[in-house]
């Protein structure tokens, strides 16, 4: 953990505030990945704010399932029908109002992943992340993290917004692209049961299954 501690404060430099300096970032970072990684199921309540330039920011939200390996099942409320499942190793991606639904293999998402890894039990912040600057604000930390490769990763950063106990409550993904995607969980239950049935897809009769280009 030392080389985390030497990466933070280099990147936050001698003009860094005393509460920043107060956070003991490896010792923060460790707490996450040991909340995430060692739960088998994990239940929550999202919402999911896009934005993009010339674009209108686009506001969903839903309940998330997700159990251990790879498997997870985000479902939309807002817009109602919108199904996104991964059983470990296909993701199928599913619109009722389109009737179509994208199949992409788990090696064809792998860069996409590392910003939700905690969601599936493989975040490694000493792995996939680079630099880190945190911003303390009363009882949460935001730690925004950039990735080790930015050439070859399709964001620019990635903020965890997080309380004492390592619990994400934000999640903020800024895209190479220029596209932001901010996700906030509540209602965090760990280890409940879920039937291996939520994340099976099979395609209703009628509707179009192509193949994914892995975006």
Do not use: C, H
Not at 45 to 58: G, L
Not at 78 to 87: N, Q
Not at 138 to 166: C, H, I
Request: glycine share 8%; no cysteine.
């Amino acid at each position: 953990m030392t080389s985390l501690r030497s990466i933070f404060v280099l990147f936050l430099g001698a003009s860094s505030s005393l509460s920043a300096q107060s956070v003991d970032l490896p010792k923060l970072l460790a707490g996450i990945e040991s909340r995430y990684n060692s739960v088998r199921t994990l239940e929550l309540t999202f919402e999911q704010t896009y934005i993009a330039p010339n674009k209108a920011r686009r506001v969903e939200a839903g309940s998330l399932r997700i159990r251990k390996p790879g498997r997870m099942r985000w479902e939309y409320t807002k817009p109602d029908g919108k199904l996104f499942i991964s059983d470990g190793s296909t993701y199928w991606y599913y619109s009722v109002m389109a009737k179509r639904a994208e199949k992409m293999k788990l090696k064809e998402a792998q860069d996409i992943q590392a910003p939700l890894a905690f969601l599936i039990g493989k975040l490694d912040f000493q792995r996939d992340f680079g630099k880190f600057l945190v911003q303390p604000a009363g009882e949460l930390v935001t730690v925004t993290a950039e990735p080790k490769n930015p050439q070859k990763s399709p964001f620019q950063s990635v903020a965890f917004t997080v309380g004492r106990d390592g619990r994400i409550s934000e999640l903020t993904i800024k895209g190479q692209d220029g596209a932001t995607m901010i996700f906030r969980f509540s209602g965090e239950v760990r280890n409940p049961p879920l039937n291996d049935s939520l994340f099976t897809f099979v395609a209703p009769p009628g509707v179009e299954v192509v193949a994914g280009g892995g975006q």
